[in-house]
């Protein structure tokens, strides 16, 4: 296709395991502004990847940013479950995809795997089996206290926060996991 790909992100490890994969085919850029403002102005496809664990995504494009975009452009937040990371990002459903503002077509389907459900489902199957086996034959505490991973995973037990950015998102008090599966 002679697509010029370009991908932003904060962390260094990632972007130069891309240039590594990719040998060059893609352009790797450390995100700031005006990173960020340069590369959508230049665009005519962005794809907004933002995930924040546990909370809202940051709208990290601006509406004034897409305004500076070529008309017929096209943006696509796959952060929408999170509440996108484009300004002007609003859920559509996967019957009704797209809707347009200023001349910039936005495609914000929340749920984007429901496309291919069975793929999808097969694919989250695959990733979650080994923690619900290990919950199933250690137990809760023991599998938590094991694999950090799953620790990690745990957003609410015996009634308590225990996910630092879902406490401060919601404005709650925050538990430690451990101190939390103490009170079960």
Do not use: W
Not at 53 to 74: E, F, I, N
Not at 101 to 116: F, L
Not at 169 to 182: G, I
């Amino acid at each position: 296709m002679g697509a010029e790909v370009t991908v932003l992100d904060r962390n260094p490890a990632v972007l130069d395991g891309l240039a590594k994969r990719f040998a060059g085919r893609v352009k790797t850029v450390f995100s700031t502004k005006a990173e960020l403002d340069a590369s959508v102005f230049d665009a005519d496809l962005v794809i907004g990847a933002v995930l924040v664990k546990g909370a809202k995504a940051p709208h990290l494009v601006t509406r004034d940013m897409l305004g500076r975009m070529r008309p017929g452009s096209v943006i696509v937040d796959v952060a929408v479950d999170q509440g996108g990371c484009f300004e002007t990002t609003k859920a559509t459903t996967h019957t009704d995809p797209t809707y347009v503002v200023d001349g910039i077509v936005h495609y914000c389907v929340a749920n984007m795997p429901g496309a291919v459900s069975r793929t999808s489902t097969q694919a989250l199957s695959n990733a979650t089996l080994p923690f619900t086996l290990a919950l199933a034959d250690d137990g809760t505490n023991a599998a938590l206290e094991a694999d950090s991973h799953l620790m990690n995973g745990l957003n609410v037990c015996a009634g308590k926060v225990t996910n630092r950015a879902v406490a401060e998102t919601f404005d709650l008090e925050y538990v430690h996991p451990l101190e939390a599966l103490a009170l079960r």
